[in-house]
């Protein structure tokens, strides 16, 4: 396992690269079929016994339980299996490129005592091709590295076609880390100069790296530097030799093999405007990517662009007709989705008043591809769609916007207009949302913070900050809860800072559960991190009881903070002002 305080700042590799136990290890696992099923301890072991067949390990016998958790990290690591974790329990899956990897050599595959020089197969075109393709970082060892943006054999390939061999030593202290393409000049000059040292100066360098933690890991405890010129050693391409070093040692070192320059050129070549993505913690986009062998380069973001004053659902299917990404877009934004270059794809737009397809267009993927949808696209359609378009909250206009909140408030859980967006949820995607008391209160939230925005818009109010966000589907989520949350919405004026905290709970009970605390806390901390401003507090509902503000403002009491309970009617009734001066006016008059 990793290091707890490892630097997760430098590449990661496992310790165990032997391509003859790769093989066995997945000839285990498509054999006895455990492609697909879940993965547990007891499958572990016996595959352990399968490799003690084959004799592919060091002694003939067993390998010990971490030995064969780091062999199937190796696995993960080139793609050819993983762990999917989006599955409860965890399932074990075998990629496309795992498959090839296996048809290539299951024949070759022998059994025999034990591992044996000249007898078990030592690199794959498998394996060449899928480190040509693996990038640092990514979902499979996002655990163990992060903010490195690189394809680490062709930072090794390209360093290689200058220095000629790359030691032990230079791959830890300078290759490793590496974390950014535009950094492969910078440390070969790193690398040139640490050539240059006097034997001492040398030595004293790596020793005191040595000692550090990642020192420990990269080069001197079952060096990850070493594990990492196994892997390369396992692409066929590679030469491994001793070389001396200026401090008088032999260390080991790899080089491209003299046959194989030319073919690494055009690699290099082939690739140089392949740009790293980063796919945070998409695992299955990943696999998507790494674990198919038709697909030379990484995805690239599609820009959907939404220039109507719609919201749209919009959904992006791939050439087989598998639904790949679902989205509902706001009014006057866009939409970033990854898709691979140079296939076939289709996106369908529809009206989400009532699911009808009101666009539909199949197209071949190019590198950083934009879509606009506008209404000329919207009429190039030729779908007949009798309903009107869903308006955005967006576009709402005042009158229409403080409608919307009163029916949303009114409600026993939504407006009869978000209704129609959650009823399409439910039907397109099996998405159940018309419970979500959450989801009521987010909504509650984003509806004040639009009318505030139009305000400011309008430089009635001066600022207005919502500690909430949009999520999925264009869904509001709410600002953080709790006794140490933060304040639903903020909304400044003539300098002086209005917290206001909202809920869509009627009952007094529930109310003085779920608010009669951390309404009164979010405001004293938010007057403790600004003491210099004068905050004022606003708490609306639906309706207010006078015991429950009581309870709120005797926790105020000593703090010299006003706070005032509302019901949304009386606020809305406020906030419908025309001017700075009337908002003012109305403000300072509930306060006084």
């Known amino acids: 396992m990793a290091s707890r305080n490892r630097d997760k700042q430098v590449w990661f590799v496992p310790k165990r690269a032997n391509v003859h136990q790769m093989i066995a290890l997945l000839h285990g696992i498509i054999s006895r079929k455990y492609d697909g099923t879940t993965w547990n301890t007891s499958k572990q072991d016996n595959l352990n016994l399968e490799l003690k067949k084959l004799g592919a390990t060091q002694s003939g016998n067993k390998i010990a339980p971490q030995g064969m958790r780091t062999l199937l990290a190796s696995l993960h690591y080139l793609g050819f299996v993983y762990l999917d974790t989006t599955t409860t329990p965890t399932t074990l899956r075998v990629t496309k490129a795992g498959y090839n990897f296996y048809s290539t050599h299951q024949n070759d595959l022998r059994p025999m005592d034990k591992l044996t020089k000249g007898l078990t197969i030592d690199y794959s075109e498998s394996v060449l091709y899928q480190m040509a393709k693996l990038q640092i970082t990514n979902p499979i060892i996002l655990p163990h590295c992060e903010d490195i943006y690189v394809f680490p054999f062709r930072v090794t390939l390209q360093m290689l076609r200058t220095l000629n061999y790359l030691d032990m030593e230079e791959i830890a202290m300078f290759v490793f880390h590496t974390r950014d393409m535009s950094e492969i000049e910078y440390k070969i000059s790193e690398i040139l100069n640490f050539r240059n040292l006097n034997s001492k100066d040398r030595e004293h360098l790596v020793n005191q790296y040595k000692a550090t933690n990642i020192g420990n890991l990269t080069l001197k405890k079952a060096p990850s530097a070493g594990y990492f010129m196994a892997f390369c050693m396992g692409t066929g391409i590679m030469t491994k030799s001793r070389v001396d070093t200026n401090g008088g040692n032999k260390v080991g070192a790899i080089s491209i093999k003299k046959n194989m320059l030319q073919w690494v050129d055009e690699l290099l ?68 989705t990854p898709i691979f270059e140079n296939e076939n794809y289709t996106i369908n737009i529809y009206n989400i008043t009532d699911g009808t397809l009101i666009y539909s267009n199949s197209f071949i993927s190019i590198k950083h591809q934009q879509f606009t949808i506008d209404d000329q696209l919207i009429l190039k359609g030729n779908f007949v769609n009798e309903k009107p378009m869903f308006l955005s909250y967006s576009t709402l206009e005042t009158n229409r916007l403080i409608n919307e909140i009163l029916d949303h408030s009114a409600s026993k859980n939504f407006s009869d207009k978000m209704l129609i967006k959650l009823r399409l949820l439910q039907t397109k995607l099996g998405i159940d949302k018309f419970n979500d008391k959450s989801l009521r209160g987010a909504q509650y939230e984003y509806l004040f913070y639009l009318l505030l925005s139009q305000l400011k818009n309008r430089k009635i109010i001066d600022e207005v900050i919502w500690n909430g966000k949009i999520g999925n589907y264009n869904l509001p989520t709410q600002a953080p809860g709790g006794k140490t949350g933060t304040p639903d919405i903020i909304f400044i004026l003539n300098n002086e800072r209005y917290i206001l905290e909202l809920t869509t709970i009627k009952s007094k009970s529930m109310q003085f559960t779920a608010e009669g605390s951390s309404v009164p806390d979010h405001i004293k901390i938010y007057q403790e991190e600004y003491p210099d401003v004068v905050v004022k507090g606003i708490f609306c509902a639906p309706m207010v009881h006078e015991r429950v503000h009581a309870a709120m403002n005797s926790i105020l009491s000593g703090y010299n903070i006003p706070l005032i309970s509302i019901s949304d009617v009386e606020l809305l009734n406020i906030l419908n002002s025309e001017s700075k001066q009337e908002l003012s006016q109305k403000l300072n008059s509930i306060f006084n």
């Open 269 to 336: 070549e082939f690739h140089k405007n392949t740009e790293i993505f980063d796919f945070e913690d998409n695992l299955n986009l990943w696999i998507s990517y790494f674990g198919n062998p038709l697909r030379d380069f990484p995805p690239t973001l599609m820009k959907i662009n939404n220039y109507v004053n719609n919201e749209l659902y919009i959904e992006i299917n791939d050439s087989q007709d598998n639904l790949i990404d679902t989205t509902i877009i706001n009014a006057n934004d866009r939409y970033f």
